[in-house]
């Protein structure tokens, strides 16, 4: 069993960075798949990064790449959003998840991830 727990986070202006970490405990994600997924209101959960479990392979959503970056303590036991140049559109909860996963992180839909941390607000706002 894998617990996830979320830290950073909060209230930042627009153009501006937050650095969002999620602490595994119980196993480290070393054989999973990870990512972070966020929600705004009124929306479904979208991925937003992951990493393969299996070559490493990252993958961004399109409306993040060049301003997020995805990135693992080398244990990995710790994984890490920054989050760059940060727009309004980027408010939301955000979430890290992990799943033991066969395929390329990034043809699975957030419901496919099993472990997930509490979410944490990320507030875009000036």
């Known amino acids: 069993q894998v617990q996830l727990v979320q830290s950073g986070g909060g209230l930042v202006q627009p153009g501006g960075s937050l650095r969002l970490s999620c602490a595994a405990s119980g196993s480290s994600l070393r054989s999973l798949a990870i990512g972070w997924f966020r929600q705004a209101p009124g929306k479904e959960r979208e991925r937003i990064s992951c990493?393969?479990?299996?070559?490493?392979?990252?993958h961004y959503a399109d409306s993040v790449k060049g301003r997020f970056t995805i990135s693992t303590d080398s244990a990995r036991k710790i994984m890490y959003l920054q989050m760059n140049n940060l727009k309004p559109e980027d408010t939301a909860v955000y979430y890290c998840?992990?799943?033991?996963?066969?395929?390329?992180?990034?043809?699975?839909?957030?419901?496919?991830?099993?472990?997930w941390g509490q979410g944490t607000q990320v507030t875009v706002s000036s």
């Open positions: 990493i393969n479990s299996s070559d490493g392979g990252t």
């Open positions: 998840a992990a799943e033991n996963l066969a395929l390329s992180c990034n043809v699975y839909a957030p419901r496919e991830f099993g472990y």
